[in-house]
């Protein structure tokens, strides 16, 4: 597999957005065998694993993958004969590596690890290239910024709201550009706030810097919209980036409505890089010329279009040094067959969280699930809150954690939500089901910091 190049890489795309769906499919088709054979030379776990499969097996003869069984094979997954795990352990080490590749040529990053044990991922150059052109073409140029030229120039001022520290994807990103532009002259455009700043000092600093785009978690982002519209915070972006976080649809409108801006958002990780990115129509659409996602049941077969599906397996097509390819991740989506109105011919996906954040209830009429935005969209118009999390502690309990506006009346909003929520409930023959507003902070992940707006708390085998 040869390397690629910057200007290829973005002619790779281009060509992407011109073919139809099935020109599409083949083309990755081919890549995926590419990918395949070169696993099976170069890393000792994939030769083991694949050793009784055809030469030319089809994505569905592969087995599924999952990240514990990688990662305790560290060296026999990397297809770099000269990688170490100790050199890795030592340059994650200190932040100031960053100043360097990881062997002179890979970028390094690490999951946050809210389900376990965090996953060390090298990146290789046709990674950071494609991901880049992605970016670039489909997203920067796409139908909903194109007229934004601000996205496209060095000396456009960036603030990212991001968990800082340490070699999570978003910040080794961030810094690493934040050092490119500085070396070419460019230096003060880029400005990170840390998640776990206090909402008065991300205002602060956000008065202070005035970035002309600002990125970061769509939760925070809402929150911060709030504080725009009470007239604490007085800035003007030309765009908002959202990642890391569900997007919710109401939410997008707030953020939109309130700071005067497009609204964009990117569905990625540290595993797959740029997932999927929002059109003009408020669709998620997947990559599907470089990411294959195959979204399954509980059983493991295909989740058919239209239906929620209890996970995915993901492959990457452009990292080479450290493959993926059918990686299990518990992120539950619903993948549509239609054509999207906005022209591209790539397919979308509604993405409604991990597995753990999909309301699951035992009712009067047996167990039903739910998708979490029915009870999203049932509060949106009630004024007074500025954040929530809804937390299901088992079955047949579900919490709800509140974060006021300023003026608020806490027992007049308090009403009104328990009033919609138990609305739902009746809908949905469950009106057996406890509902009550607790008075707890909203809870995030301890490494991260992300905020899911819906979570379970009890063992899903209850």
């Known amino acids: 597999m040869k390397d690629i190049h910057q200007e290829e890489a973005i002619a790779l795309i281009e060509e992407g957005n011109r073919l139809t769906y099935e020109e599409i ?11 395949i054979r070169y696993a099976r030379e170069n890393s000792n776990f994939y030769r083991e694993l694949y050793k009784e499969l055809p030469e030319n097996p089809r994505l569905t003869d592969l087995p599924i993958v999952r990240k514990n069984e990688l990662t305790s094979r560290m060296k026999d997954w990397i297809t770099d004969p000269e990688f170490s795990e100790e050199e890795l352990t030592a340059y994650l080490g200190s932040i100031d590596n960053l100043e360097q590749p990881f062997m002179g040529k890979y970028s390094v990053s690490t999951t946050s690890g809210t389900t376990g044990v965090p996953l060390r991922m090298i990146r290789d150059n046709n ?28 000396e456009t001022k960036y603030a990212s709201i991001i968990a800082t520290g340490g070699y999570h ?3 080794t990103g961030f810094e690493r550009t934040k050092k490119a532009l500085a070396k070419e002259g460019y230096e003060n455009v880029m400005e990170a706030i840390s998640i776990v700043e206090s909402l008065e000092k991300m205002v602060e600093k956000l008065n202070e810097f005035q970035p002309e785009v600002v990125t970061g978690y769509p939760s925070v982002l809402d929150v911060l919209s709030s504080e725009q519209q ?8 030309k765009a908002i980036l959202c990642s890391a976080e569900q ?19 990117v569905f990625c990780s540290t595993e797959g890089g740029e997932i999927a990115l929002l059109c003009s129509q408020g669709r998620m659409h997947v990559n599907a010329d470089w990411i294959i996602i195959e979204p399954i049941d509980k059983n493991g077969n295909p989740a058919a279009p239209g239906t929620i599906s209890e996970g995915v397996l993901l492959t990457n097509l452009m990292n080479k040094v450290q493959p993926i390819i059918r990686y ?8 549509h067959d239609e054509k999207c ?18 309301p699951d209830f035992r009712g009067n009429k047996g167990r039903i699930k739910l998708s979490p935005i029915v009870f999203f969209n049932e509060i949106v118009d009630i004024k007074g809150i500025a954040m929530y999390q809804f937390g299901q502690r088992s079955l047949e309990e579900l919490v709800m954690r509140v974060l006021y506006s ?17 609305s739902v409930f009746k809908t949905h023959n469950l009106e057996n089901v406890r509902f009550e507003i607790v008075k707890e902070e909203p809870l995030r992940a301890a490494r991260g910091h992300k905020m899911r707006t819906y979570i379970k708390e009890f063992q899903t085998g209850e």
């Open 169 to 171: 994807a978003a910040y």
């Open 247 to 265: 997007l919710t649809e109401p939410a997008r409108v707030r953020i939109t409505e309130r700071f005067h801006c497009p609204v964009g958002n």
């Open 406 to 422: 300023n003026n608020a009346e806490p027992e007049e909003v308090n009403q009104q939500i328990t009033d919609k929520i138990k």
């Open 230 to 237: 009470e007239g604490r915070l007085r800035i003007a972006p």
């Open 127 to 154: 990674h950071l290239v494609i991901n880049g052109a992605m970016m670039q073409v489909r997203f920067y140029k796409g139908e909903m910024f194109k007229d934004i030229p601000e996205l496209g120039r060095k």
């Open 25 to 35: 499919v083949k083309i990755r088709e081919q890549r995926l065998a590419k990918m």
């Open 341 to 358: 109105t906005c022209g591209s011919p790539l397919p979308y996906m509604d993405i409604l969280g991990r597995t753990d954040d999909i």
């Open 328 to 335: 299990f991740v518990d992120d539950c989506v619903m993948m």
